[in-house]
């Protein structure tokens, strides 16, 4: 439970500091208001495909996790896995009822993946500027 909330600490700050620079990028960029159109468009395009490239890899990194644990419960034929407590399941499954639970979550976890990479493709792709 320790690391679960260390983990949502650091995301709490990471999320913060995260939103303090894309709004300074964002009143900075209000602020050169005319002067500069082309850099202005240049720097606001970099700025949106590097936060959806950050959003798509986040994504991507759950799906992983997700992905992990789904094997662990059908290796284990338990749900949750042992060691995997934090996940907070109100009831816990045994046998088949668990590793069916695992194979939906292993589902789940490769589409979130395969989402995630190809929001990470056509990023990439766009941001190449290939289609204009």
Do not use: K
Not at 33 to 54: H, I, K, Q, Y
Not at 91 to 113: K, S
Request: proline share 2%; aromatic share 8%.
């Amino acid at each position: 439970m320790g690391r679960l909330l260390g983990l949502l600490a650091i995301a709490l700050v990471g999320g913060v500091v995260a939103q303090a620079f894309v709004g300074a990028e964002l009143r900075e960029l209000e602020a050169l208001g005319s002067a500069a159109p082309e850099a202005d468009l240049t720097r606001a395009t970099r700025l949106f495909w590097a936060s959806a490239g950050v959003i798509f890899g986040v994504a991507l990194a759950i799906g992983a996790a997700l992905a992990a644990l789904a094997v662990r419960t059908i290796r284990s034929a338990s749900f949750p896995p042992a060691g995997a407590e934090w996940i907070g399941a109100r009831r816990q499954y045994e046998g088949a009822a668990a590793r069916r639970v695992g194979w939906i979550g292993a589902a789940l976890a490769t589409l979130l993946c395969l989402a995630a990479l190809g929001g990470l493709a056509l990023t990439a792709f766009l941001a190449s500027g290939e289609l204009w």
